[in-house]
């Protein structure tokens, strides 16, 4: 629900975060690994309010972390966590060669090879301009693509 989202955040108090399912042997549980303590990480449950939580935790993150391959065959395809980062006004870093790319421009989103890229991104001292540009860029190329405009023509 984009709704949770509405409102800029002023508590950007998380660098970057995490909040989802990770296991150690997956690709993602990997990634967060390698990024340590650099990540904040949250696993999101299913209990009553949990999406609440996770709305509030991404309008803290300054930016995120994907992994845009699937669980099962490891086939890359673009995740509702790019469109909640969006919403989230937070800077989105997406797995290279994510179909990401072909809805929304590449300016739009940093698009990382590996962990240790993510790190350094995060390390620099223009870290928190960046993001907060980044962020913005995402949030302003997924309007056209906000729920709102589908049900406006639906319904007229």
Same mark, same amino acid.
């Given at each position: ?47 009553? *309010? &949990?999406?609440?939580?996770? /709305? ?6 300054? %930016? ?5 391959? !699937? =669980? #099962?065959? *490891? &086939?890359?395809?673009?995740? /509702? ?6 919403? %989230? ?5 997406? !797995? =290279? #060669? ?59």
């Amino acid at each position: 629900n984009p709704e949770w989202y509405d409102g800029a955040s002023s508590d950007r108090s998380v660098d970057l975060g995490f909040m989802g399912s990770f296991d150690s042997d997956s690709a993602r549980g990997r990634v967060l690994a390698e990024l340590g303590n650099l990540v904040a990480c949250r696993r999101r449950t299913g209990e009553p *309010g &949990a999406y609440k939580d996770y /709305a509030d935790f991404m309008l803290r993150c300054r %930016a995120t972390v994907n992994v845009a391959h !699937s =669980a #099962g065959d *490891g &086939a890359m395809h673009v995740k /509702a966590r790019c469109v909640e980062a969006a919403w %989230a006004g937070c800077m989105l870093f997406e !797995s =290279a #060669g994510s179909p990401l790319g072909r809805w929304i421009p590449h300016t739009c989103f940093y698009e990382y090879q590996n962990p240790a890229e993510v790190a350094a991104v995060v390390q620099r001292l223009d870290f928190k301009y960046m993001a907060k540009c980044y962020g913005q860029r995402l949030r302003e190329a997924m309007q056209p693509h906000h729920p709102r405009h589908f049900w406006e023509r639906v319904i007229g």
